[in-house]
T-cell receptor, first 114, second 119 residues
Framework: AQSVAQPEDQVNVAEGNPLTVKCTYS??????LFWYVQYPNRGLQFLLK??????LVKGSYGFEAEFNKSQTSFHLKKPSALVSDSALYFC????????????FGAGTRLFVKA | GAVVSQHPSWVICKSGTSVKIECRSL??????MFWYRQFPKQSLMLMAT?????????EQGVEKDKFLINHASLTLSTLTVTSAHPEDSSFYIC???????????????FGEGSRLTVL
């Protein structure tokens, strides 16, 4: 069975500082990993994904994530946070062995202070 | 990217009534749609997967008779919350994919969500 863990309910960072939002996963086959962002009362927007290839994936709005197979992690990062990055971030995993079922983590709320 | 539209965005209803939420793919044919429920400060819970022209596949613990899903066309899926009660109040989000043309490596396209409040 697939599962995703986001160990932090909330991350606080000052504007201009680097940010990291953590994610670990469990899947039986090859993992397809995704990050989505959600603003209040809105649907989810896709940020980036890892399917195969380079472990460092770059996505929208300056975000990037690093796939680490040995640690089964896929942490989201950004070198310099903006106040507008404040939102709810979800990590998600799909089993590459088949199917389209996507499992989401509990979400991490990011607060960026000016 | 592909656009998924959900309607209504907000709905308030009385206990015991039924509410229908629509999910439309605007610029692609969605062979598969997923319905999620999001509780306050919690993650998205997959409720069911619907494939066009066939019955929806419900996740364990989701009442089929309570949450009726109809995927009658390649661009429209509906979720009907029957005999709604206050505990059904939640944020419901749909997502869609065209599995005939998009590989399963692709991301999901989400609607904007529908907030249901049952009084």
């Amino acid at each position: 069975a697939q599962s995703v863990a986001q160990p932090e309910d909330q991350v606080n960072v000052a504007e201009g500082n680097p940010l990291t939002v953590k994610c670990t996963y469990s899947v039986s086959g090859n993992p397809y990993l995704f990050w989505y962002v959600q603003y209040p009362n809105r649907g989810l927007q896709f940020l980036l994904k890892y399917i195969t290839g380079d472990n460092l994936v770059k996505g929208s709005y300056g975000f990037e994530a690093e796939f680490n197979k040995s640690q089964t992690s896929f942490h989201l990062k950004k070198p310099s946070a903006l106040v507008s990055d404040s939102a709810l971030y979800f990590c998600a995993v799909r089993d590459g062995a088949g199917g389209f079922k996507t499992i989401f983590g509990a979400g991490t709320r990011l607060f960026v202070k000016a | 990217g592909a656009v998924v539209s959900q309607h209504p965005s907000w709905v308030i209803c009385k206990s015991g009534t039924s509410v229908k939420i629509e999910c439309r793919s605007l610029d692609f044919q969605a062979t598969t749609m997923f319905w999620y429920r999001q509780f306050p400060k919690q993650s998205l819970m997959l409720m069911a997967t619907s494939n066009e022209g066939s019955k929806a596949t419900y996740e364990q613990g989701v009442e089929k008779d309570k949450f009726l899903i109809n995927h009658a066309s390649l661009t429209l899926s509906t979720l009907t919350v029957t005999s709604a009660h206050p505990e059904d109040s939640s944020f419901y989000i749909c997502s869609a994919r065209d599995l005939t043309s998009q590989p399963n490596t692709g991301e999901l396209f989400f609607g904007e969500g529908s907030r249901l409040t049952v009084l």
